[in-house]
């Protein structure tokens, strides 16, 4: 059935670039997704690409899909202590569902 | 610019007990739908209504009945809840670009 993957931790130094990879097995997924949690909060909506793109940046957030090897990144520049939370990556299936990753957790060094 | 508005926030049940979680959404979305959210297994779908007077079950129906009242109002039933339906649960919404915007979710503890 359809999956998506990711590590569930990442540490990095407060001022560093951050990389969050997911892996998804739908090919026919047309959206994919980036969601960020906070702590008692709800998902928020980060960014998405459409499968026909290979890359989409927006301020610090830069989106690299190589939908050959169904993988997806997640970049986050200059990572900052506001950035920790549980971020999602998601990808819409073919019944027009997304289905989600078990999330990966950035904390944030000083 | 409420967006998604999910009723109760918290909430204690007894082994068997009955309750709705609610849920609305005021941007004329088509698209519900109603997720759990469990440590380390990420979101899984419950059940979702692709437009008003349709639902459709996802991942994890068993256990759970919705009703899509009207486009505005998603609501999910728990009959005779269970220790295993102990979760946070999240109801979205989905406009025609295909992404969803969540509610603030019901912390849901089943004793």
């Known amino acids: 059935g359809e999956d998506v993957e990711q590590s569930l931790f990442l540490s990095v130094r407060e001022g560093d670039s951050s990389v969050i990879n997911c892996t998804y097995t739908?090919?026919?997924?047309?959206?994919l997704y980036w969601y960020k949690q906070e702590p008692g909060a709800g998902l928020q909506l980060l960014t998405y690409i459409f499968s026909n793109m290979d890359m989409k940046q927006d301020q610090r957030l830069t989106v690299l899909l190589n939908k050959k090897d169904k993988h997806l990144s997640l970049r986050i520049a200059d990572t900052q202590t506001g950035d920790s939370a549980i971020y999602f990556c998601?990808?819409?299936?073919?019944?027009?569902?997304?289905?989600f990753g078990s999330g990966t957790r950035l904390s944030i060094r000083p | 610019n409420a967006g998604v508005t999910q009723t109760p926030k918290f909430q204690v049940l007894k082994t068997g007990q009955s309750m709705t979680l609610q849920c609305a959404q005021d941007?004329?979305?088509?698209?519900m739908y109603w997720y759990r959210q469990d440590p380390g297994m990420g979101l899984r779908l419950i059940y979702y209504s692709a437009s008003e007077g349709t639902t459709d079950k996802g991942e994890v129906p068993n256990g759970y009945n919705v009703s899509r009242l009207n486009k505005r109002e998603f609501s999910l039933r728990l009959e005779s809840a269970a220790p295993s339906q102990t979760s946070v649960y999240f109801c979205?919404?989905?406009?025609?670009?295909?992404?969803?915007?969540f509610g603030s979710g019901t912390r849901l503890t089943v004793v």
């Open positions: 998601g990808a819409q299936s073919s019944a027009s569902k997304i289905i």
């Open positions: 739908d090919s026919s997924s047309t959206y």
């Open positions: 941007m004329n979305h088509n698209s």
């Open positions: 979205a919404s989905r406009d025609g670009t295909a992404s969803d915007t």
